[in-house]
């Protein structure tokens, strides 16, 4: 028997959260905004984050303005259902951060959840440092009930940001990193050096 089972959560109210929006625009700051709310509504509040963002070497949640809070860290989406089964009380909020990182199946995990009565709420990274759809939000984005889309200060301009450019490293799909290795960036300083790094490339 689950946890679900054993402890069932309220038949109605389950919703989808969706924060997105590109590296440093804020979403962790909100995730930890919400979830700090929900606390002192004395609601049951579970965060988790994938086990690769190992940026800090902690299991802790950190905002690039150094706010933490600890996390549960999982492998793979399956994880999550297997870490609320294990909990005695079913959280009445469940919280992911980083949730781009996860397979397309955390799209089913969050709607089994919701269906269940929980608030889940899930921050994520909209695009990649190329500029695609990043893995599951923009599934995310379409099942959710509320979408709040961020956005940084562009490092060039000054203006809103909506892009993740990668200063440094290679060029595979998912490299963790912060200001060392990405820098926020608007739409026509993001499609200039994109442009610059694919000539550079081709040379
Ligand atoms: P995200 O989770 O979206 O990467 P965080 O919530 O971790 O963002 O960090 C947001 C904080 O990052 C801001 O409050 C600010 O202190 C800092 N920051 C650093 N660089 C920038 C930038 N280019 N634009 C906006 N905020 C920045
Ligand atoms: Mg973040």
Redesign the pocket.
Known sequence: MTAHERHPPHPVGGTIEV?T????????????RRMRRATLAKQAVCLIKPARDDRHGTTDV????L?RQPAIAVERSEDIERHLDSLDRIPDVVVV??VQFFDLEVVDVCNRLADAGIRVIV?G?DLDYLGRPFGPLPLLLAHAEYVTK??????RTGRP?HFSHRIEGGDDHVQIG??ESY??LSREPYNDVVVREHHRDEA
Request: charged share 25%; glycine share 10%; aromatic share 4%.
């Open positions: 924060i929006g590109p590296m440093f625009s804020g979403k962790t700051e909100e995730l930890l950190v905002s690039h303005d706010r951060d980083e921050a990274l961020l956005h940084a200060i562009c490092s940001a912060g200001s820098e926020a």
